[in-house]
């Protein structure tokens, strides 16, 4: 009974593990996926999503009525983005972060991501994990354009790449452990400041007053003979 268990664990496990992909297999793959969804006006709009990937080369062409083009380059310098709009092509390279921004290169990035959130991964059959369905296509590829196009984040295929299943913004969070482990070693330090000069202000009165009684125990015999020969000078002048 306990084999069969384990034997059964075992088989999820695999399969769990065998339908994941790497960063390395993302950002390397070649693939193509469409996905199509019936828009507004009873559905007569279609909205066509086409995702073209070759390695670093990445084709996003979003269609409703008009048609709009992305073309992109993860492993090339500048960051940057053609565009392709009303038969014009432009090209949108990246300054600064797009946050409050209003430039036309965050504009058609807000715009690329939406369509691929909005019709490619919401619509996309298949597993996120599974990068030969479409919706773990369509995953991977955003993945690697919000990495590239929102943080500038520059990919190779001759090189690590790293995980691009985190966020730049994750993974610069404080360790809380370390912050209460700093703080009360501070305080312990903070605390011995306090107690040990005290302590040698005290040991210093009580050497001090040792020092004092025996002149003190002195002076009062002395006190008294001056009094008595006060006395008898006053007796003989008298």
């Known amino acids: 009974m306990s084999f069969l268990r384990y034997s059964l664990l075992f088989i999820l496990s695999f399969n769990a593990w065998s339908a994941g992909f790497s960063s390395n297999e993302c950002v390397m793959s070649n693939l193509q996926t469409s996905v199509t969804h019936e828009g507004k006006f009873f559905g007569l709009i279609k909205n066509d999503l086409k995702i073209e990937k070759d390695q670093c080369r990445i084709k996003i062409t979003y269609h409703k009525i008009l048609e709009t083009l992305w073309d992109i380059d993860i492993c090339r310098e500048p960051i940057h983005m053609k565009v392709t709009s009303k038969a014009s092509q432009s090209v949108y390279k990246r300054e600064n972060d797009c946050h ?78 370390k912050i209460k482990d700093i703080s009360k070693h501070n305080f312990e330090e903070k605390a011995k400041e306090l107690t040990q000069p005290k302590a040698q202000s005290d040991s210093k009165i009580e050497s001090a007053g040792d020092q004092f009684d025996p002149m003190l125990r002195n002076a009062k015999p002395m006190i008294e003979e001056e009094s008595e020969t006060e006395e008898d000078d006053s007796g003989l002048r008298f």
């Open 100 to 177: 409050g921004d209003k430039s036309d290169y965050c504009h058609y990035l807000k715009d690329l991501l939406s369509v691929i959130q909005d019709h490619g991964l919401i619509f996309a059959k298949g597993d996120r994990e599974d990068i030969k369905s479409p919706h773990g296509q369509t995953y991977c590829v955003y993945r690697l354009l919000k990495l590239y196009l929102e943080e500038g984040r520059l990919f190779s295929k001759y090189k690590p790449n790293g995980n691009i299943f985190r966020d730049r913004s994750s993974s610069n969070k404080p360790h809380k452990t």
